[in-house]
């Protein structure tokens, strides 16, 4: 029997509800073994990130290295990446040993409006992570600013942007609805040959701390099982509306909560 793996490779988030910690939570709840290399530690809450300290990119290299090294990585999801160097040494260690599956979540602002990517990184995450992409997960605002354009509020806006980024090196991209309005959220998934629209009931929580690390993660996971890229993205779809429904079971610190990752057990 072999063992599903995934690798994060992303920040911490001290109060556990993004970053690496919600990554390693969704790979669990959905039956993959995670690993991770971090590139940054925050000191962050519900509230917001009062602090972020950088990872030297020679270690988020030797992370990288001892866990491909060893495990059979099936897919690697990438989130925040924090500075340029940080860049340079995730694009080399992946360029080396080639996973079969990456989904790019272009980290710039946390959920508190906390900036967690150095502007002038945006550039090097263009050039040399984009390129090596099987799927982008972009929210509107992430997405509009990978282009340097205005915020996409129509569908055709969002698929044409979706095409341009296309044009950027990546396989696919999804293009996430949740800062959208209207009483769906609408996620779009864009490739060379289609655009898929997926629509879950919009939830009225203020308890979304963390929901796009684990969309993105939980399609790395699909991946790392097996999924095609559609049927990984569908299931990550469900399970995070399903977490975000679930998340006000939760009463975790005094801003925006976490989802509840393990809704399916209590």
Not at 11 to 32: E, H, N, P, W, Y
Not at 237 to 243: H, L, R, T, V, Y
Request: proline fraction near 4%; hydrophobic fraction near 45%; glycine fraction near 10%.
């Amino acid at each position: 029997m072999t063992t599903p793996v995934a690798l994060t490779i992303a920040g911490s988030d001290s109060s556990g509800g993004a970053g690496i910690q919600a990554d390693l939570k969704t790979f669990a709840a959905l039956g993959v073994y995670g690993a991770s290399a971090i590139t940054a530690l925050t000191a962050q809450n519900t509230r917001g990130v009062t602090g972020i300290h950088a990872v030297p990119a020679e270690f988020v290299t030797a992370q990288i290295d001892a866990v491909f090294s060893d495990l059979e990585v099936g897919a690697v999801k990438i989130g925040m990446v924090a500075q340029a160097a940080s860049i340079d040494a995730i694009a080399g260690a992946l360029s080396r040993w080639k996973p079969e599956h990456i989904v790019l979540d272009p980290v710039m602002v946390a959920t508190s409006g906390d900036r967690l990517l150095a502007a002038e990184a945006v550039e090097a995450l263009r050039k040399k992570l984009m390129p090596l992409a099987s799927v982008i997960t972009p929210n509107l605002p992430e997405a509009a600013a990978l282009l340097d354009e205005p915020v996409a509020t129509r569908e055709a806006e969002i698929e044409s942007q979706g095409r341009r980024l296309l044009g950027l090196g990546c396989r696919a991209v999804l293009i996430k609805g949740g800062h959208g309005e209207g009483a769906e959220s609408i996620d779009y998934l864009v490739d060379a040959d289609n655009t898929i629209a997926l629509a879950a009931p919009r939830v009225a929580t203020r308890n979304t701390h963390g929901t796009g690390c684990s969309l993105s993660s939980a399609v790395a996971a699909g991946l790392a099982r097996g999924e095609d890229l559609e049927r990984a993205v569908r299931n990550a779809k469900a399970w995070i509306s399903a977490a975000i429904a679930a998340a006000d079971r939760f009463s975790v610190g005094h801003g925006h909560g976490p989802i509840h990752h393990f809704h399916k057990f209590y």
